[in-house]
């Protein structure tokens, strides 16, 4: 059974760091891209950042692009999201997402299993 498992969320202040996992089970993580995205309350859920399985190309949203890093740890099957500078604007729930597929490129439309999510609440 595929699983994903959100951690690391909580109440930060604005311009302070959380680091997000995502722990996988049930399946190959190193053969699949892993995505994040988030909702906030009220908006569309967004696709924020993707990394291939590949050759570990990051793609950002640029509403994220150069305070957040994505990373995965193939050896413990685990998806990071590093969000550094944050902003009340980013508070929503997280979610990390498994790319439908082996050995494919990124593709926000092409996620087959998602997490339960990590609520991340910025404080100004």
């Known amino acids: 059974e595929v699983q994903l498992v959100e951690s690391g969320g909580g109440l930060v202040q604005a311009g302070g760091s959380l680091r997000l996992s995502c722990t996988a089970s049930g399946f190959a993580f190193d053969e699949h891209a892993m995505a994040w995205f988030r909702r906030a309350p009220g908006k569309p859920r967004e696709g924020i950042s993707c990394i291939s399985s590949t050759d570990d190309s990051t793609y950002y949203a640029d509403s994220v692009k150069g305070r957040f890093t994505i990373s995965r740890d193939n050896a413990k099957s685990t998806l990071y999201l590093q969000m550094n500078n944050l902003k009340p604007e980013d508070t929503a729930e997280y979610y990390c997402?498994?790319?439908?597929?082996?050995?494919?490129?990124?593709?926000?439309?092409?996620?087959?299993?998602w997490g339960n999510g990590a609520l991340v609440t910025v404080s100004s």
């Open positions: 997402a498994r790319r439908f597929g082996r050995r494919t490129r990124c593709d926000y439309n092409g996620m087959d299993y």
